[in-house]
């Protein structure tokens, strides 16, 4: 049986805790996508920790972390969170497919030049290189890690990624061109790196369902991120839906049994792009300064997330894209200060009230249709008893799991990894 757990909105809902929390009732997490373009924040009784490819089930000795075909594996990066885990005396249980592609040195100085060329139209990318990585990828020039280990059959492969770089590079930035050898080297040097982990991991997750064991599929960013459903083309270069887990995990698609979809009680973004809820000034820095446990800054960049309020529209699509059978609601106790609590529930668009998420273009110029719920007025952070809660911030729950037509079955009211309700179906684990 294999779990699911992805993010309904634009990342950062803590998809990182729920899976760090589900992880001990696993025997296997697996990282389906993504890079190091993204980070998980983990807070646990080992202590604080930002995960960027690393699955976020290193930290219960007895699960077997698999980063899978569909990541972007830059191995240096690996290399430095596995070092500093072990530094913190953790030791995870790691595998690498060998059909997971590597990330180089190329990809993320490209991406830094085709920011600086954009200017004001960039995309704030996080500058990782996972844009290019995937465009190699699937003009079918970049290398898997098996690769690696036969380097010595890899001559004109090599040869026909300079030629494919080389005219961009020194035709369009006005930078060296990649020298065959070099870049040799390169791959020599991610080989030794990765050697110790790599395996089929296919068959280790075959097996693993044949055997009944759980897994966890741990995905990045958000619905709203997604390169076909997302907001275009302001969005990530590799499918963050459940749907994609059975490809970038490499698993039968009847497999996957729950897609427990992560839901923040308000929202945030990192990046360009439409976001109808978004507030400023004052308000929003108050909501940020709030939000997690060292406010709304990203894990892997420092970037202030930009805030607004709690998105119906844009949530809702997001549970449905994901094919969510359950809710895992995050920071409700971010918004115990307020005396009421905004809720967008609505656009208008061209003067007519939309209840559903349009693509793109009527995304630029949609308001805002807000409503007010009763805030609760306290401190909720840390509780663990869903009848203790008071009534109002019980009722903001219910009203989210209401309108979104999926059952909320996990409720956190702080960042540490216990700060959780569940209700439902989850009541015991």
């Known amino acids: 049986m294999a779990t699911a757990i992805v993010g309904a909105n634009w990342g950062d809902e803590g998809k990182g805790k729920m899976t760090d929390l ?12 993504g890079g190091a373009n993204a980070g998980h924040t983990i807070i646990n009784d080992k202590g604080r920790f930002a995960l960027h490819l690393l699955p976020s089930g290193c930290f219960n000795p007895a699960v077997t972390n698999v980063i899978g075909p569909g990541v972007a594996l830059n191995v240096r990066a690996f290399a430095k969170e596995v070092a500093d885990l072990k530094a913190a005396g953790i030791e995870p249980r790691l595998a690498v497919s060998y059909r997971a592609q ?56 090599i040869k026909l990624f300079c ?8 035709g369009v930035y006005g930078k060296p061109a990649l020298d065959p050898a070099a870049v040799k080297a390169e791959l020599a040097e991610l080989a030794e790196i990765v050697r110790p982990y790599a395996t089929d991991t296919n068959k280790l997750l075959h097996d693993a369902i044949r055997e009944g064991k759980r897994i966890l ?37 009847y497999a996957i049994t729950d897609v427990i979809t992560v839901v923040k009680a308000y929202s945030s973004a990192v990046g360009a792009g439409p976001f109808v809820s978004e507030i400023f000034g004052d308000e929003a ?7 997690g446990d060292r406010g709304e800054y990203g894990a892997t960049t420092g970037r202030p997330r930009r805030v607004g309020w709690f998105d119906l ?38 003067g007519k009230r939309v209840d559903t998420f349009p693509p793109t273009p009527w995304l630029w110029d949609a308001k ?15 509780a663990r008893d869903w009848d203790a809660l008071p009534a109002a911030a019980r009722d903001y729950v219910l009203w989210i799991e209401k309108n ?26």
């Open 22 to 33: 589900l992880a001990r009732e696993s025997d296997i997490v697996v990282r389906f996508q």
């Open 102 to 157: 590597v990330l180089l040195d190329v990809h993320k100085e490209l991406d830094a030049l085709e920011e600086i060329r954009l200017g004001k139209a960039s995309f704030g990318s996080t500058r990782s290189g996972i844009a290019p990585f995937y465009a190699d990828k699937y003009s079918k020039i970049g290398f898997q890690v098996c690769e690696l280990f036969h380097l010595d059959k890899m001559e004109d492969r």
């Open 163 to 170: 030629d494919r770089k080389n005219p961009l590079l020194t």
């Open 217 to 253: 599929l741990e995905g990045q960013l958000g619905t709203l991120k997604d390169p076909d459903h997302g907001i275009y083309p302001m969005v990530t270069s590799s499918s963050p839906l459940a749907g994609y887990a059975s490809i970038g995990a490499g698993i039968p698609p």
């Open 285 to 291: 820095e108050e909501l940020r300064r709030r939000g």
């Open 313 to 350: 529209p844009a949530t809702r699509y997001g549970c449905e894209m994901q094919g969510a059978t359950e809710v895992a609601l995050t920071l409700v106790d971010a918004l115990g200060y307020l005396d009421e609590v905004p809720v967008c529930v609505a656009y208008e668009i061209e």
């Open 368 to 382: 805002p249709v807000v409503e007010k719920l009763p805030g609760w007025k306290c401190d909720i952070r840390g």
């Open 404 to 429: 979104l037509g999926v059952p909320v079955t996990f409720f956190s009211t702080g960042p540490g990894r216990d700060d959780v309700i569940r209700r439902g179906k989850r009541a015991r684990g």
